[in-house]
């Protein structure tokens, strides 16, 4: 219990390494003429753009990440001695399990509480890096048309997905210079109310089914008849 949820959160204030190595492609092409495989969290992760923004993020966003590591640490003091005490009463000779129960929940409570709350301090560096990521991903079909171009490549499958293969088939490196070329730097602060791609497709959906709701509700709603003399 000691391993606080929200402890965790924290991780994500930095940008992290690619999730895979970008692996250099074996000159003279692919060994099947016209099938290659890329990994584009790893090529993003790779590029310029988002190597300048890691660097930046921490300058930046200091005050947010700051406030957040201190009242982290604020937190974690009050749930020390909560801790404790569950961890002392349950080595006890006759530990009561009501009072234990009771002790467990109030914990959990806190523990959520602190998660809620450090979610929203590092929300604006959260939605940074979501920013920077989504800048460069809209570069990537772009990218990846320009390699498949010069390499000769008709098929591109996900590096993720292929259980196998000889390095002689990636197309990673090739990727990754177009992408520096599109985008050598990615604006960190996104516009006031911009929100992640997915939340805006999700809302844009919400709209547009509440939009048809409304529209059946009032075409089956007849006409009023009016009133006779």
Partial sequence: MKNLA???LLAGLMF????????QATPGGVAINGIAIANRPAIVAGSNAYKTAATQLPVTYKAQIDQANTR???IAAQLKPLYDKFEADQKGPKPDAAALRTQAAQIQQLEQSGEREMQQLIEPVNLA????????????DQATQAAMTKRKVTVVLDAQSVLKAD???NLNQDILTE????IPAAQLVPPTGWLPRAQREAAAQQAAQQAAQAAQGGAATPPKQPAGR
Avoid: C, T
């Fill in 167 to 169: 390095q002689v088939y």
């Fill in 129 to 140: 890096q979501q920013y920077v990521i989504e800048q460069i991903g809209d570069k990537l």
């Fill in 16 to 23: 992290s390494s690619a999730p895979a190595a970008l692996a």
């Fill in 6 to 8: 929200f402890s965790a």
């Fill in 179 to 182: 992408i520096n070329v599109l």
């Fill in 72 to 74: 982290r640490n604020q």
